[in-house]
């Protein structure tokens, strides 16, 4: 018999997703405050959870031997003073599509000036804002995951051209070029619209500085989906006010909620939004851990294994 421990704020809805499927050899319970999960840690062999609850209880769970995690992001788990001598799963592919949508919903809001007819209608002005086809407009993706890939999918059904950024080489289907981090300068130099699906590594965090800012083209916009910390974002902030990019749609910051004071909500150029470019649906991360438990009890590989060393 699993012992499975539910660690998340929607325990219940999970444990109710769970059990519709009727899983063999299964023992399960749930927590929504650290008491009780450390409670049942010691003699818990799974855990299905939110990764900041998850890392709280680890020193306790003796017997752990798999974290399913909720969330797309597992950085809170993959702590150097944290155990790793478990198996850690994560969520992909799912998030793919909401994401992508939330790209071009604001790609296209600032291509034909949704936010400023808008305005013009509430001043009841009569104005044709001019536009461009995105038809040949270059577009950068960094971060060429399940995500990073379903951009590129919708910006070829626009005809962009789709250039990337990947640590290793290889093909990706859509993307006209990979470019690598040597190649950093003549990447960005080219981009029209930069995209940002990182994790938080080390090696990710400041990837964008004043430096690369100062690479990109003064009507470029930089749209961040991955991991505010992936941004200096007082780098960042210096060059919106100088007009070294043309704008910037924030979905993560280094600290969120945003505080109210920072300069950047109160900026033409800036799109802001309260980090749900995607949310993730209970039934859909519930049918992943489902899967991986069977494939666990078959003793099969579990999808989706994260690598501590790496974050993802």
Not at 14 to 19: D, G, R, S
Not at 20 to 45: C, F, G, M, V, Y
Not at 70 to 89: R, W
Not at 178 to 192: E, K, W
Request: aromatic letters at 8%; proline letters at 5%.
């Amino acid at each position: 018999m699993n012992k499975l421990l539910i660690y998340d704020d929607d325990a219940s809805i999970y444990l109710a997703e769970i059990e519709k499927r009727n899983l063999p050899e299964i023992e399960i319970h749930t927590a929504i405050s650290p008491e009780e999960a450390q409670l049942q840690a010691p003699t818990t062999d799974i855990i299905f959870g939110r990764p900041v609850l998850v890392a709280s209880i680890l020193p306790e769970a003796r017997q752990l031997r798999w974290v399913q995690s909720t969330f797309a992001g597992v950085e809170p788990l993959c702590e150097s003073h944290l155990p790793d001598n478990y198996v850690l799963t994560g969520v992909k592919e799912l998030f793919g599509s909401l994401m992508s949508e939330y790209v071009f919903g604001y790609i296209l809001a600032r291509e034909r000036s949704i936010l400023a007819t808008a305005r013009n209608q509430q001043k009841k002005i009569w104005k044709r804002i001019k536009y461009r086809s995105l038809s040949g407009v270059t577009i950068g993706i960094v971060g060429l995951g399940s995500i990073g890939r379903e951009i590129a999918r919708t910006a070829s059904h626009f005809s962009m051209r789709t250039l990337g950024l990947k640590r290793t080489p290889g093909d990706i289907d859509n993307v006209e070029h990979i470019y690598q981090p040597a190649d950093l300068n003549q990447f960005l130099s080219q981009l029209d619209y930069l995209v940002l699906v990182l994790p938080d590594t080390t090696e990710t965090r400041c990837f964008i500085s004043k430096n690369e800012l100062a690479l990109m083209k003064d009507s470029s916009v930089l749209i961040n989906v991955g991991r505010g910390v992936t941004i200096d974002q007082s780098d960042l902030l210096a060059a919106l006010q100088a007009r070294i990019i043309g704008g910037a749609i924030l979905d993560v910051f280094e600290d969120e909620p945003l505080p109210p004071d920072n300069p950047l909500w109160n900026m033409e150029n800036v799109v802001i939004t309260p980090h749900n470019s995607a949310f993730s649906f209970p039934d859909q991360v519930a049918a992943i851990f489902c899967e991986n438990y069977l494939r666990y009890v078959n003793g099969l590989p579990l999808r989706h294994v994260v690598n501590f060393s790496k974050g993802y």
